[in-house]
């Protein structure tokens, strides 16, 4: 499986600012996601992000609000621009592995409060 | 994706097996059922997946029915480190697609 690492692993912010998550993977992953885990909520996949190519969000999500970016096959950011508390939420980076595609892997997540 | 069902909160003794129920009637023919788990604070945990078989690995077995409609999984001796939401999950795996998380079976481990 690989192994995945997220920055920071928490972090409060302003209401107004951004905040860019970084996700590094330890092997080249074909696919790279991110989700979204609100207090008490199951989780919501945001986009998938795509190496060299725009992401592809999913419905409800917007590129001007989450900016993603894919610059290689270990490595991914998300962005949470102009934050207000209701971004206050776990982001969690998932990757699916170039040899094995039918498992995905999480990272241990990010901790996001706005206040 | 089907969707599945299951029971909300669930008990189990340390030691004994625990057996969560998923029910997935609408699944179909090149549908696989993950199962994962997500301790908290933590990311979630790939535990095991199957497509029709019945699946054993280190961390546990997966049960499913002749008709596919249901599958359980099996966690032959909890401990109180097994406490955590687990999500089964029903995934079509021809071509890619994501995982689709429902509300999870919240399992209390207790001494």
């Known amino acids: 499986s690989a192994v995945i690492s997220q920055k920071p692993s928490r972090d409060i912010c302003q209401r107004g600012t951004s905040l860019t998550i970084q996700c590094q993977v330890d092997?080249?992953?074909?696919?790279m996601f991110w989700y979204r885990q609100q207090p008490g909520q199951s989780l919501t996949l945001i986009a998938t992000?795509?190496?060299?190519?725009?992401?592809?969000?999913e419905s409800g999500f917007v590129i001007d609000k989450f900016p993603i970016s894919r610059p290689n096959l270990t490595f991914s950011t998300l962005t949470v621009s102009n934050m207000s508390p209701e971004d206050s939420s776990i982001y969690l980076c998932s990757v699916a592995p170039l040899i094995s595609t039918d498992t995905q892997y999480f990272g241990p997540g990010t901790r996001l409060t706005v206040l | 994706d089907a969707k599945t069902t299951q029971p909300t909160s669930m008990d189990c003794a340390e030691g004994r097996a625990a057996n969560l129920p998923c029910n997935h009637s609408?699944?179909?023919?090149?549908?696989?059922v993950y199962w994962y788990r997500q301790i908290h604070s933590q990311g979630p945990q790939y535990i095991i997946h199957?497509?029709?078989n019945n699946e054993t690995n280190e961390m546990a077995s997966l049960i499913i029915t002749e008709d596919r409609k249901s599958s359980t999984l099996i966690l032959p001796h909890a401990t109180l480190r097994d406490t955590a939401v687990y999500y089964c999950i029903v995934r079509n795996v021809s071509g890619y697609s994501t995982l689709t998380f429902g509300k999870g079976t919240m399992l209390l481990v207790s001494p």
């Open positions: 609408t699944i179909s023919g090149n549908e696989y």
């Open positions: 992000a795509n190496q060299g190519s725009e992401a592809t969000y």
């Open positions: 199957g497509l029709k």
């Open positions: 092997s080249q992953v074909t696919m």
